[in-house]
C-alpha cells in the first residue's frame, strides 16, 4: 500500500523548521489556522514551545490524523484568550479573507507575527493575487523578516516575519 504523505499547505522542510525554531527559541508561540498541527509537531521536537488552535475543514487533511493537539477555537477568540501569554503569533496559510487581519489587529504592534502562505503582490496585477489573508492585512503590515531556507509552493508563496504599521 502506497503512504500517503501528510497534508500540509505550508512546506515544513527540515531546513525551515531548524530556521524557525531557532528564530523563536525561547518564545511561546500561540499559532492560529492550524489544521492538522504538523507545523506544530515539527517546531515542538525542536523545543519550540507552542500552542496550537484551529477550525477544521475538508482542506486541511484533520480527518486523515491529527500531528499535534489543536484546539477548535475561532482564530481571532484564540488571539483574545491566549495572545496575553504569547510572545509570538504563528499562522500558515490562512484563509483568503479578513481572518488573518482580524487576528493582527487584535494581537497589536509590538509583537512578531510569523506568516506562511502566499502574499498578494498587487504591482503584478491577477498574477500577484494570492490565496492567503486579504488586501487588509497587508496594507497594514510590513515585513521585518525573511526565513531564506523556505521552498515555497508558488513564486507568491514566502515564510516571513510581520509587524502591524505604526
Ligand atoms: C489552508 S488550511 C492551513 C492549515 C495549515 N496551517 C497548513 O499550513 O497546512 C487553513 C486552516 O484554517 C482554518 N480556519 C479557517 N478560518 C478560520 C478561522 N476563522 N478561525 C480559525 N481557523 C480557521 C481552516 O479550518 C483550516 O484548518
Not at 2 to 25: C, I, K, T, Y
Not at 78 to 93: H, K, N, Q, T
Not at 132 to 143: E, I, K, Q, W, Y
Request: include cysteine; charged fraction near 20%.
Amino acid at each position: 500500500m502506497m503512504r500517503q504523505m501528510p497534508v500540509s499547505w505550508g512546506n515544513f522542510s527540515a531546513p525551515f523548521l531548524d530556521e524557525v525554531s531557532a528564530h523563536l527559541r525561547g518564545k511561546r508561540v500561540l499559532e492560529v489556522f492550524a489544521g492538522n498541527g504538523l507545523l506544530a509537531k515539527g517546531l515542538t521536537e525542536r523545543g519550540v514551545d507552542i500552542r496550537s488552535t484551529s477550525l477544521f475543514s475538508g482542506i486541511d487533511g484533520h480527518d486523515q490524523g491529527m500531528h499535534f493537539p489543536v484546539e477548535k477555537i475561532e482564530a481571532s477568540d484564540a488571539v483574545d484568550r491566549y495572545g496575553p501569554w504569547a510572545d509570538a503569533l504563528l499562522m500558515s496559510w490562512p484563509p483568503a479573507n479578513e481572518a488573518a487581519a482580524k487576528c493582527v489587529v487584535r494581537w497589536g504592534k509590538d509583537r512578531d507575527v510569523i506568516f506562511i502562505g502566499e502574499m498578494t503582490r498587487p504591482e503584478l496585477g491577477f498574477a500577484g493575487l494570492g490565496g492567503c489573508g486579504s488586501d487588509l492585512l497587508f496594507a497594514n503590515t510590513s515585513v521585518h523578516h525573511r526565513f531564506l531556507s523556505y521552498v515555497g509552493r508558488g513564486f507568491l508563496d514566502v515564510a516571513v516575519s510581520l509587524r502591524m504599521i505604526e
